[in-house]
């Protein structure tokens, strides 16, 4: 049967719109469901503002979409006129009123924007405006989260700490050659009470760092529930791709078998145009799933490397509670002269502490490059 004119213009119509959207280009869904709405001044800069009384209720929508960036500006009477705003599963987003500037996403393709006025006094108004969350930006989005996720495991005072145990090292390694060059002489009182004075002050700073190990963990926990979060979005976004991809590969394969067998020259024409899109469309879907994927990879082991950071911090945090313990104990031990310097000699031990330190610096390097690895992955469209 020939293809009458109408019908080969209407397919043309749904390959050109299939090709949009892979593309991610907003598409308003129809006449009464725009993607801005604005009143008063910002609908008419004639106007001085809305009206009285007023109750508005609109949806903005664009097709297709999976998340919308929302943005809002104006001024709103704060005591009584309320602007309101729904997603598509009818879950309130926010309620505003004053001076509001707000930028967000939500999910979906749609959004209800309700808003009333009384009787009384008004103000300039609103605008709303939606569109599509462009696959780049929300890649750039994760990106930049993870990145801020890192650099917050390497600033939770653990810097801090390492060169307060440098320091405190160096003090103990000095005090241990002293005891070691004194093994032979009379121990004085003096020498004794130097010695105990500083293990003690060394035991309480040992105590006050260990004693941050619950506020690090909880913010530790925070961020990895930050990564959780973040990795769900990537997969998703590769379960999307994933999707489209089959569904063109779908649609090439059973437009190349109708074009097989049809034997109407016009009709093959317009098989061989769908063809020709989907086979312009699916490299570019391979191309954007590289770009996740390899996110996705180094999401899983920056995480990976973190958690390592995490119980290392933890375990040094740990040690430093037992060894402040020991260093108070002993310190009072030798100003009750229970103990000879030589013993005092013996419980500074420096390896395991230097051992702890060692492994965390070399974690935080290491993280450090993956790091940079994250920030030079780039977001590709095209092969």
Known sequence: MMMTLFSFIKKIQGLILLGLMSTVIAIPANAQSPTSYAIGQYADPTKAGYDNNLKLSKILSILGANELEVSIIGQIEKRYDHLTLYDSHNKEIGKYN????????????????????DRRTTDKGFRIKISLRLPAKVFKDIKKKLLAASYRFLNLGTSEASEKISQNVQVLKTLQTKMQQMQQTPQTNAFIEQVANKLMLIAQTYNELAAMNLWIMKAHQEQFDILKGLKKQTQYQIHQIELKKQGYEDSLDQTQTQLENTLDNFEQQMMQLSMAGYESIIPSLHAQEESWNELDKLQNTLEAKLRLHSNYIGLFLDTLKVNGQIYQEFAQAALMRQKTILTLSQTIKFPQFCDNLTKIVKNERDIRQWIKKTQDSEWSVSQ
């Open 98 to 117: 004053g001076d509001i500037y707000e930028q967000f996403t939500v999910k979906g393709a749609s959004i209800r924007v309700d808003f009333k006025s």
